[in-house]
């Protein structure tokens, strides 16, 4: 690869990396917490939602995760 070549080369790697910083990820699963911040309800309610099957979540390790999915569901159910 010549000097030119290269030296374009090492722009457009420098654009992909910039652009790649401005992508916002989305986050699938949220932890207890964060969930109840989202939603506004409490840790017992949340509880007992989990427990009902209205909210889905994941154990991975000693992390509780809740997916942002079930709580969106949740709200638009519950929607007046």
């Given at each position: 690869?010549?000097?030119?070549?290269?030296?374009?080369?090492?722009?457009?790697?420098?654009?992909?990396?910039?652009?790649?910083?401005?992508?916002?990820?989305?986050?699938i699963?949220?932890?207890?917490?964060?969930?109840?911040?989202?939603?506004?309800?409490?840790?017992s309610?949340?509880?007992?939602?989990?427990?009902r099957?209205?909210?889905?979540?994941?154990?991975?390790?000693?992390?509780?995760?809740?997916?942002?999915?079930?709580?969106?569901?949740?709200?638009?159910?519950?929607?007046?």
């Open positions: 690869m010549d000097r030119k070549a290269l030296s374009r080369q090492m722009r457009l790697d420098e654009q992909r990396s910039k652009a790649a910083q401005d992508e916002v990820i989305l986050p699963t949220v932890r207890i917490p964060a969930a109840i911040r989202m939603t506004g309800i409490g840790r309610k949340l509880y007992q939602l989990i427990a099957g209205e909210i889905d979540m994941a154990k991975i390790g000693t992390a509780t995760l809740i997916t942002v999915e079930s709580l969106q569901r949740l709200v638009e159910r519950n929607r007046r």
